[in-house]
């Protein structure tokens, strides 16, 4: 296992009160597996990422519980400088949504490359140059020796992202945490960099977690998937039975409310009601207000239940 | 590149001759010069041969015509109160300031980028509250009072620094600071919030995510995406620095060419009027285009924008 | 033909004890002054500033000395005498003299520097030398004035003429001279650099071995702003300070290690009065009383000059027709508000009064405002309107308008111990439109203007006097030609344990070097 996280809780503390953002959940990720983590805008997916790498809002954001293991080393027991030299950008990396805004506009893409291996002691000076010559041409970047000068503002969106790629591999990590690296793309490039994710995993064997809420896109990519609703883990399992047998009512929704090519339905099939407030969350499931199977005993905190090998959901009408 | 620097010059010259044009027509407007030239009791022949002597007798647009016409061979008349070249006498005091400015300049720029980038980083600490209240203090204070103080303080009691005069590093620093005082408030706040911006983008989120030391990442990645909007206002307060130069220059007594042309027009010295308006307007120019220049140096984005 | 002879002895009158032997001559010393000269050649000189520094290195006949008294100079002699009813001036130089270049002093030279002088494309000052007709030099070291008419103020102006050297100007030509002056005096031009410093050197052929510098090298710094020059001479970069503010004389008369000098700097202000107008209430002489009554003058030179001020009545002492009868109008307000009502106005008028705002004197603006404030309290309602130089100069001008409705804050230079024949031409007699006359007057009195211009042409010193003290006595009485205020001081200040310093006026001022050296 390269990451192995066990009752994670993320506590935002806001003037309004504490927003338990990310809620007790565990999941692990192992060598050269992609963990897809699905869900709908403000369920702590993000935030999980965030997380793992304890790039949490200064000030506001606080890990209150849990433990995060990367290799078997804790990481929420680090110091920050700890965290900074030894596992950001160097067995954590972490890809973001929108190339046009990842890379700093001023300064060439040779220079943001080499970054991470520099800050890094990975190399430096000749060997330094070669090294992002390198791992530019592995993203795919041609001519790279002859670009190194270049500027962001010089290259395509689907090129930037793959720098950013670059900059994310350039360390050998351990772990990719990519949040939603294809949202801000059109699908044609969102092809390329979904094929370059899949080609870095084979290469280093490299671990992935995927934030996403696209559903198509998950599917593409991940070998298993971890649904979340309201900071909590509502479903677990490989990405085909997830898909064929969805066992949470949450994620039976989820993909129900996919529209299908020749479906005739005049609208979509959306999920009635909101999130719960995080603030102060329900007791017991946090989707029963919304579940179309809701019972009485739903105020209670849901089991999780293992369905088969590797799939889990908690919901007491599986138990 | 060329095609802008061709391009602001032409703008340039237009700025220039539009002042010279003002410059002349106001100055013979605020009075006649030439009983200020003359003792009291001079006889209205004299003040006549006198008026000859200078064309002052010869319609306005021909006057200009004759200015103009020796100014492009470099002839800018007699100092009517100096009775040397006006150019020379200009010319020579231009360096010195130009120097106080540059240096007025730095010494802002100098407190004004770590107060601004401090208060940034640690907004709302005790950094970012002193740092607004030195700001303001700069703006509350007059040079012509600064000047003073700091010669009270720094040359009188502590004789650290001369009190006066040119010559010697030492003798810019009290002029640089009571110049350079003023703008330091402005300066901060754009720093300061060029710096909230950039601090806040994915950019510098990514590289914190990539495990870049926080010291690189404000002082490196984000000042350099802060140092654009400073540029924009640096060509406005050189500028500043050259008209506030005058007040700096009679209190340091320094021999600098703003002291020159403000006691020009007081004693409606034209030709030295007309000459140092002139070269502060072309000094002006210059400098918003090494501005506009070196903004293609600090983003590159604007290089190949054009 | 008559004869007077009027020139001193030379010996007798040069009374200052020398500071120092002549061969002590090393070191530096550094001064500072409040504003420098722009032209450093008398004869092209045209503003009183410049003598700050040609007053160093220029000579004349005759010179005014430390008792305010004229004395022999370059001139071993002179006689005014007469001759086919006009008048003549006989000079005998002094031999010995020479420029700074070593070239010895001729008439020649004295003829050159006249010619200069009268050449109105060089010199401001041409038509102060219009009585003279000829100059027949006699041999190298005399020479003869002829003046078509007698001119009553060349004598109290020290003969006017310069010694200019012929040979040297006429060899390096006009541009190199401006930039690098020889003269006579005591000190030689060394370097200058505009709005800096004037760097001189003690001249080792100097003609007067008694009364000459007692230091090398001279340093003139020039510092406008007042606080800046006093800070210089407290943190020792300056061992002598020129024009020490008003405010801070009383500091500096206290200040260890430092000696004071004040006198009064030859300025003559005054206040003129709307006496042209036909319907101004200034043309009736009880409102002019009633202003001369209004104004506690010795106040203001207290409270607002810092004592930096002398009152005089017309003519200051020491000047040529100073009448010691004539008292200033004593502080009153009760006896001018009754001259007011006496004249028509029991309420009082409102009146718009200039006030020069630019510091040709110290603290002027403050006096005039306070001076105005005494006329509005006894019902002279002054609305005060504040000039630049160059716009007060455009209101005194009669030719040209605007034209001065009200009261204006006035000066006119009489000089040191100087002369009040040509600022009376110029402020009290009538207006003569191209003739030069009352270029600033507002007064047209027939009396006066027959009297003025026969002054103008009495050589004789005597008989002049007495002309001065009769137009003197009727222009008080009158309160004609404006209401003289004071004569303003200046206090010079030096360094007692390192500066030893002797102040001689130059013509009209105490920033002369003739006399300093250090201990």
New interface residues.
Partial sequence: MVLEVHNLQTHLHLKRGILRAVDGISLSVGEGETLGLVGESGSGKTLTGLSL?R?LPKGSGRIAEGSIKLDGQELTTLSDSA???D????RI??I?Q?PM????????IGDQVS??LR??NIAHGATLRSKVIDVLTQVRIPSAEKRLGD?P??FSGGQRQRI?AA??IGCTPRLLVADEPTTALDVTIQVQIIALLRQIQADTGTGIILITHDLGVAASLCHRIAVMYAGRIVETGPVRRIYKSPAHPYTQALLAAIPRLGDKRARLQAIPGQPPSLIDPPTGCRFAPRCPARMDKCAEPPPTVTLADGHEAACWKLA | MLALVLRRLWQGAISILGASVIIFVISRLSGDPVVMLVPPDAPPSLIAEIRTQYGLDQPLVWQYLLFVGHALSGDFGNSYRWQMPALKLILDRLPATIQLAACGLLFSVALAVPIGVLSAVHRGGWIDRIGRIFAMLGQAMPAFWVGLLLILVFAVQLNWLPAFGHGTPAHVVLPAIALGWYPVAAQTRIVRSAMLDVLDSDHIRLSRALGTPERLIVWKYALRNAAVPLLTMLGVYFAAMLGGAFVVETIFAWPGVGRTVVEAVFSRDFPVVQAGVLFTSILFVLSNLLVDLSYGLVDPRIRDVR | MKQWIIGLAAAASLAALPLAPAQAQSGTLTVGLGAEATVMDPTRSSAGVDQYFFGQMFEQLVRTDPDLKQINWLAESWALSEEGGKPVITVKIRPGVTFHNGDPVTSADFQYGMQRQQDPKLSRFSHLLNAVEAFEVIDNLSFRLRFKEGDGSFITSNLHLWAMPKRHIEKVGEEEYQRAPVGTGPWKFVSRTVKEELRLEAYEGYWNKQNRPAVKNLVIKIIPEDLTRVAAYKTGAIDWIDAVPPAATAEFAKLENTSTFTAVTGNNLFLNFNTHQPNSPFNDVRVRRAAAHAIDMDAIIKRVLFDQGERYAEIGRGTPGYDPDLKPYPYDPRRARALLAEAGHPRGFEVPCYNLTTPREPNIKEMGEAAYAYLSAIGIRCQIRQLEYGAWINLGRRDAPPEMDGIVSWMWSHGLPGDPGTPWLGHLHSYQAGKGLGSYSYTDNPEMDALLRQQQTTMDPVKREALLKQIARIKHDQVLGGLTTYRPMVTIAWRTSKVAFKPWPSPGFWRNFQEIGLK
């Fill in positions: 790498l790039l965290m900074a030299r596992i950001r950008g160097r990396a972490m973001m929108d805004t990842s890379l700093n506009p001023v300064f060439s970054n991470p800050n890094h500027y503002h010089q950013v900059m994310a």
